[in-house]
């Protein structure tokens, strides 16, 4: 990272970054793929367990950010509208 604002011990502002699937799986192909999508699959079924981003069970779809435990074991984050 860099900054156009420097001091004698480094950055003077704060500089973020985000990192995401820091377990993941190897990708199907070893050729880059722009989109970053491998494949898309049909989906099967309903959310087993769902939780908001503060990791509370909810009973029931509601608007914002979710976490969905699909039956076949996968995580999914979903927006509700």
């Known amino acids: ?18 990192l995401d699937n820091l377990g993941g799986t190897k990708p199907e192909h070893e050729d880059p ?12 079924g309903t959310a087993v367990e769902r939780y908001d981003l503060g990791g509370r069970k909810l009973n029931k779809a509601v608007k914002g950010v979710q976490i969905m435990r ?12």
Do not use: E, H, L
């Open 33 to 44: 793929i722009p989109t970053g999508i491998v494949s898309v699959k049909a989906q099967n």
């Open 1 to 18: 990272m860099s900054s156009s604002d420097n001091g004698q011990w480094g950055m003077n502002t704060p500089a973020y970054f985000c």
């Open 70 to 81: 699909m039956p076949d074991g996968s995580i999914r984050k979903i927006m509700v509208k």
